[in-house]
């Protein structure tokens, strides 16, 4: 069964750094593009982040230059390091796995399947 689960949330100052965790089990995560995302309290849920496959790499402009995204095939992980963090990026994020090998733009194509999400709060 096709699961994702994050962890690595937490709450953290104005300019820190969290590094989030994606586990992925039940299929092959060597041929799919992952994505995160994050949901905002009263917004809509947005994409960050995507890296395909073969490891190319997209980001949101709201995160390009603080956030980067990674893929760890042989433990079945991705991973999102956010340096110089702000109160804009609190926010649950989530990772979710597309339907084949690429992202567009920095959201992976066809979502198949996400996480439950870890609570991201950047706050003094």
């Known amino acids: 069964q096709l699961q994702l689960v994050e962890s690595g949330g937490g709450l953290v100052q104005p300019g820190g750094s969290l590094r989030l965790s994606c586990a992925a089990s039940g299929f092959t995560l060597d041929y799919y593009a992952i994505g995160w995302f994050r949901q905002a309290p009263g917004k809509e849920r947005e994409g960050v982040s995507c890296v395909g496959s073969g490891g190319s790499t997209n980001y949101a402009d709201s995160v390009k230059g603080r956030f980067t995204i990674s893929r760890d095939n042989a433990k079945k992980m991705v991973y999102l390091q956010m340096n110089s963090l702000k109160s804009e990026d609190t926010a649950v994020y989530y990772c979710?796995?597309?339907?084949?090998?690429?992202?567009?733009?920095?959201?992976?194509?066809?979502?198949?399947?996400w996480g439950q999400g870890t609570q991201v709060i950047v706050s003094s």
């Open positions: 979710a796995v597309g339907g084949n090998y690429h992202c567009s733009g920095y959201v992976p194509v066809n979502i198949r399947s």
